[in-house]
């Protein structure tokens, strides 16, 4: 369904100087350098996947999903969505594909929401039984007659959401775009929000691709995994692969017996090598440990052998420290290979 190939995406930054003098000056020098956003970025995603494409703040993510979605052009490289080149075809492409930019609003900011969607069902050309399906079920999960007549720019944050989720839906497009689609969003609403995305998969085979940077959004959504860094692709494979890749595990459990909790985390990083132990709150003892010095088999045989385990669990490692991990990983195998007269934002990226 998506097929990228040497995707660059660059951006002229034209450097401000301080004082009067400095900017007259830049009038005339045009000093910039170039950050390289997207950096060669090849994938194929098939009908049907629910990709995730993670990275930190800055890696590229948001840009490919732009050029993906024909809102931008790539500097160099291409890519197909469904047959065509989104940004040579916009008008085509916008009709089969759906976008959320958790970021920026796509609706209209002083039209209500019912207003919006009665514009889109006309833009695309919607035919009225998928129109009433599509109203259903944005009405059973997203509650979204609640938001009633309200301009979107008076709705909160989670209000808006709701409705940019429906929004993007609402004309069964193949394949959706959802750029950070729960930010600002309850526990209930993210629920809601995700069982609306595997619903529309399940039933309509709609090809996901979601940026986001909660660990709850990617494990219930998707299936597969695109980790970006500094606009190159650092790994590629199945959800289930990437979180087994964590060098650090963590078990949290509450020992019953007498021995003071802060005694027995420092029992434990002192006799298990590469594990340290820490007090959380309510007494619990957390232990943290390096999969290459020790197994999960070896620490809980000691742990079983030594405490009164209760409440004991194994917290999924989080998503943050997996692709921390992986970027370490990619850092030690060298950065990768820079071209002359590009440079690489630093802290505001
Ligand atoms: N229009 C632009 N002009 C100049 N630089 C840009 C522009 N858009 C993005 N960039 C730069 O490109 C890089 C990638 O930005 P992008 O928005 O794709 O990151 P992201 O992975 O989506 O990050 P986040 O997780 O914060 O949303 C950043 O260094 C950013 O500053
Ligand atoms: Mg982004």
């Given at each position: 369904m998506i097929a990228v190939e040497g995707l660059v995406k660059e951006f002229k930054v034209y450097r401000r100087r301080d004082g009067l003098l400095g900017s007259l000056g830049t009038l005339f020098a045009r000093e910039h350098t170039t950050v390289r956003a997207v950096d060669d970025i090849s994938f194929e995603i098939p009908a049907g996947a629910r990709t995730a494409y993670i990275g930190v703040n800055g890696a590229g993510k948001s840009t490919t999903i732009k050029i993906l979605a024909g809102i931008m052009r790539p500097t160099a490289g291409r890519c197909l969505v469904d047959g065509i080149e989104p940004y040579r075809e916009r008008r085509r492409n916008a009709r089969s594909i759906g976008v959320v930019f958790g970021q920026r609003s796509q609706l209209w900011w002083d039209l209500s929401v019912p207003d919006s969607f009665q514009i889109l069902r006309h833009v695309y050309d919607i035919p009225e039984p998928v129109?009433?399906?599509?109203?259903?079920?944005?009405?059973?999960?997203?509650?979204?007659?609640?938001?009633?007549?309200?301009?979107?720019?008076?709705?909160?944050?989670?209000?808006?959401?709701?409705?940019?989720?429906?929004?993007?839906?609402?004309?069964?497009?193949?394949?959706?775009?959802?750029?950070?689609?729960?930010?600002?969003?309850?526990?209930?609403?993210?629920?809601?929000?995700r069982e609306l995305i595997g619903h529309v998969n399940r039933e309509l085979g709609t090809t996901v691709v979601l940026t986001s940077h909660d660990l709850g959004d990617i494990a219930a959504i998707c299936d597969r995994v695109l980790v970006v860094d500094r606009g190159r692709l650092i790994h590629r494979g199945s959800l289930r692969d990437?979180?087994?890749?964590?060098?650090?595990?963590?078990?949290?459990?509450?020992?019953?017996?007498?021995?003071?909790?802060?005694?027995?985390?420092?029992?434990?990083?002192?006799?298990?090598?590469g594990a340290r132990a820490s007090v959380l709150e309510g007494g619990r003892v957390r232990v943290e440990f390096a999969t290459a010095a020790t197994t999960s088999r070896q620490v809980l045989g000691f742990l079983l052998h030594h405490y009164d385990l209760r409440d004991f669990y194994a917290p999924e490692p989080g998503l943050e420290s997996v692709i921390r991990e992986i970027y370490a990983a990619s850092a030690a195998s060298g950065p990768p290979p820079r071209r002359a007269g590009s440079s690489r934002p630093t802290a505001a990226a």
């Open positions: 129109f009433r399906r599509n109203l259903a079920l944005f009405r059973e999960l997203l509650d979204i007659d609640a938001l009633g007549s309200t301009p979107v720019r008076k709705l909160s944050l989670g209000q808006r959401m709701r409705a940019e989720v429906a929004a993007s839906m609402l004309h069964d497009p193949k394949v959706l775009y959802l750029d950070e689609p729960t930010i600002g969003l309850d526990l209930v609403l993210k629920t809601a929000v990437l979180l087994d890749t964590a060098e650090r595990r963590a078990v949290v459990f509450e020992s019953g017996g007498p021995r003071p909790a802060a005694e027995i985390a420092a029992e434990i990083t002192a006799r298990l090598p």
